[in-house]
């Protein structure tokens, strides 16, 4: 999902346990802008019915970042390594969120696991 105008996501491919690819295509006019990817999987370990919420619910998680300056070429494909106790081949939901890069004292392609817990969410 991008909150960026002008940038699609095309498509994510799973790499490896921890590692994931997004494709990222720029629709606007001008200079590509800087963006960050937040990417986070989830993996429910509650026993019962999948596909149902409930209050007492719990999640594996992986978490992980990436960044991108401005100018880069579109299309362009950003690697995005996720960190956690569990693999990406077993996730139940992948969502990488693309916003644009506000601390420009950030170097190309930092990848991080700075997203907080949640309660009911371990990693």
């Known amino acids: 999902m991008s909150l ?3 940038i699609k996501s095309t498509w994510l491919i799973i790499s490896s346990d921890n590692d994931l690819s997004l494709n990222l295509r720029y ?6 802008p800087a963006v960050s990817l937040y990417a986070t999987a989830l993996k429910n370990t509650t026993l019962g019915q999948q596909g149902t919420l409930s ?57 991080t696991a700075t997203i907080p817990a949640s309660p009911g969410i371990t990693s």
């Open 27 to 32: 629709t606007g006019t001008g200079t590509t």
């Open 55 to 111: 209050q007492n619910q719990s999640f594996q998680r992986l978490t992980g970042s990436n960044v991108t300056n401005a100018g880069w070429v579109s299309p362009l494909t950003v690697p995005i390594r996720l960190n956690g106790g569990m693999s990406l081949y077993d996730a139940d939901l992948i969502i990488v969120m693309i916003v644009p890069l506000n601390n420009s004292t950030t170097g190309s392609n930092a990848t």
């Open 4 to 6: 960026v105008n002008g």
